[in-house]
């Protein structure tokens, strides 16, 4: 399969000001060294707690964050390295769904002129030409024409979420961040937009990076996951092979925390894991997450583990992974 995206090294840090003068005191370190690749065709899954550094890996890929270092590649184009109109360009090729369609979307423009926007900008069409490509849209994600003149706050949860997807949709995108797309909708709303994330991804060959905290989601839409803790990726995997072996202590935890339907049995193999996430501002020496294993080895607290290779195409940056 052809890489669509490469991300080599990519660091990510936000200054901590202080004083009259703004004076840097600090910095949160949101993405830790992260080298990945994201495959033409894929939807590769990337889980981990509350501010373990998805979102803004997400919003550097866009171009929505400057990376402190590090280098993104989209279809060969260095991302942050490229003059205006390549800039132009991938903006039309990149495009992302957020988490809260209420908020994304301008209460004060109808859904009409919020998907005509984009294209008025981007695009040189005839006044036809863009009703037709808005009907095209509406169609592919399930919403009436009648949704044209109205406001956003004339919709439910999920009809806002699907407008959010036919935004984003709207300039013909190859690869979309959807990040948290359905973790503000009720669990009976979240079925149909996660079927159809699934069949747009077919009918238009699109390429997702799918950030969620919910495993649950992430193995029925991924095909690679991506475990994130701290701004480092832990573990990476084929989605199967990640959730029936996982070998970073830290996925084993998240793992062990989905719900399953016998409470019996899911309370047996519960890994609680000790103590809370430390602060990206303080970040831990060596392994990031050995303030929390129970597998915790000298080497653990001096030295960072590199990505072991598990098996082909499954790594995990843990020294209970290193062959001895
Ligand atoms: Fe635990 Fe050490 Fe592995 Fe880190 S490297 S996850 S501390 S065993």
Known sequence: ????????????????????????????????????????????????????????TGRCVLGLEIPTSGTILFDDIDTNNCDTAQKKELKKRM???????????????????????????????????IDTNIKKLLDVTGLPSTVLNKYPHEFSGGQRQRIGIARALVLNPEFIVA?????????????????????????LGLTYLFISHDLSVVQYISDRVA????????????????????????????LSAIPTPDPNNSASKRILLAGDIPSP????????????CKYVMDICRKEIPPAYNVQDNHQAACYLCRED
């Open 227 to 254: 475990v994130m803790y701290l701004g480092e990726i832990v573990e990476l995997a084929y989605t199967e092979e990640l959730f029936n072996n996982p070998k970073h202590p830290y996925t084993q935890a998240l």
């Open 281 to 292: 501002a303080n970040l831990p020496e060596g392994c990031k997450f050995h303030t929390r």
């Open 1 to 56: 399969m052809d890489k669509l995206i490469k991300i080599k090294n990519l660091i990510k840090e936000f200054p901590i000001q202080k004083g009259f003068f703004n004076k840097k005191v600090g910095a949160v370190h949101a993405i830790n060294n992260i080298s990945l690749d994201i495959y033409k065709g894929e939807t590769l899954g990337l889980v981990g707690e509350s501010g373990c550094g998805k979102t803004t």
């Open 95 to 129: 495009q992302i769904i957020f988490q809260n369609p209420y908020s994304s979307l301008n209460p004060r423009m109808t859904i009409g002129d919020t998907l005509k926007e984009p294209i008025a900008i981007h695009k040189h069409f005839s006044k036809s030409e």
């Open 179 to 203: 990040d948290e797309p359905v973790s503000a909708l009720d669990v009976s709303i979240q079925a149909q937009i996660i079927n159809l994330l699934q069949n747009l991804k077919k009918e």
